[in-house]
């Protein structure tokens, strides 16, 4: 069984995804803990219900971004992880942790990369307005929201819908792609 980190920030609805995901064998792997970076996150809720370790680390409680990072590797290493996928996680990964695992942190994002990057996605493509949007699963690298693409699926817009609709849309897609993205991946590392 492939061992996988999930970092998330808030409600973890990605995070409890893919944990069904590898219940059901939809991914060849475990999620041996969820790691979370604001004490109130919802996803530490789930992680209880689901019966998964949660990791919660305060990054004010380090002295530097740096500490921070050697933190989360040190989890990373006992624990034997081979992918970390980042779902939710708004927090900016740094050299330190890209380098330490290369090629072995992914994210998901809700738009079609290139276009919309940052933390409100969803908002920004709706009050653009563009007619087409989606969801993207990439490569971390040190370039927010920059790395090569691992997997997309677009969605058109409807007419009048609202952001709500849509960012229930989006978050169905995402709960479908990101696990097969996950799948695809560990197949190739
Ligand atoms: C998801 O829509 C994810 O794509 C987005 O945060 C949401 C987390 O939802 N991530 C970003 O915007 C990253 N830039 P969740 O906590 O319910 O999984």
């Not at 939710?88 to 290139?114: Q, T």
């Amino acid at each position: 069984m492939r061992k996988l980190a999930v970092f998330a920030s808030g409600s973890g609805s990605n995070f409890e995804a893919i944990v069904k995901a590898c219940k059901k064998k939809l991914i060849n792997g475990e999620v041996v803990f969820v790691l979370y970076d604001r004490k109130n996150a919802f996803v530490s809720e789930r992680a209880k219900r689901l019966g998964i370790k949660s990791i919660y680390l305060n990054p004010n409680d380090f002295s530097s971004k740096d500490a921070y990072e050697d933190e989360i590797i040190y989890h990373l290493t006992i624990n034997k992880i081979e992918l970390v996928c980042l779902a939710g996680y708004m927090r900016i990964i740094s050299m330190k942790l890209i380098l330490a695992y290369l090629d072995r942190i992914i994210n998901i994002h809700p738009s079609l990369l290139p276009a919309f990057k940052g933390k409100d996605a969803i908002a920004d493509a709706y009050n653009y307005p563009v007619k087409i949007t989606g969801v993207s699963v990439h490569h971390v690298v040190l370039e927010v929201d920059g790395g090569k693409i691992i997997a997309q699926k677009a969605l058109i817009i409807k007419k009048d819908e609202s952001l709500e609709s849509l960012t229930k849309r989006i978050h169905r897609i995402e709960h479908q792609l990101y696990p097969l993205a996950i799948n695809k991946i560990l197949e190739e590392i």
